[in-house]
């Protein structure tokens, strides 16, 4: 799977972005939007990407980083609870801790 699009769909999901909203906040054809988001945006212009990524509230470089980061995980833990006055560090200790009791449960 292409991960640019993976990765910009995980965000409107944490968000709660619908494609609708982009196609809003981008001016683009929602058929353009769609086929970048199910079919990636390895192949989609440039400009196209970045309205994206601006629509999502983000810009194309966080993009970038956030493929290189092959530890990416969501900044958003649950949508009560706020982390953002956590360091990286501390959020990266609570997903693991997540991960611990869910293999716990799977004993």
């Not at 929602?30 to 601006?54: D, F, H, M, W």
Request: glycine residues 4%.
């Amino acid at each position: 799977m292409e991960q640019r699009a993976e990765i910009l769909r995980k965000l409107m999901a944490e968000k709660n972005i619908k494609v609708s909203d982009i196609v809003k906040k981008s001016g683009l054809p929602y058929s353009t939007v769609k086929a970048i988001l199910e079919r990636g945006a390895e192949k989609a212009g440039y400009v196209n990407v970045c309205k994206i990524c601006q629509a999502i509230g983000i810009s194309a470089d966080d993009l970038e980083k956030m493929i290189l980061n092959t530890e990416y995980r969501p900044t958003t833990i649950a949508a009560h609870l706020d982390t953002s006055d956590l360091t990286e560090a501390e959020q990266e200790d609570i997903a693991n801790y997540i991960e611990f009791i869910r293999n716990k449960r799977k004993k």
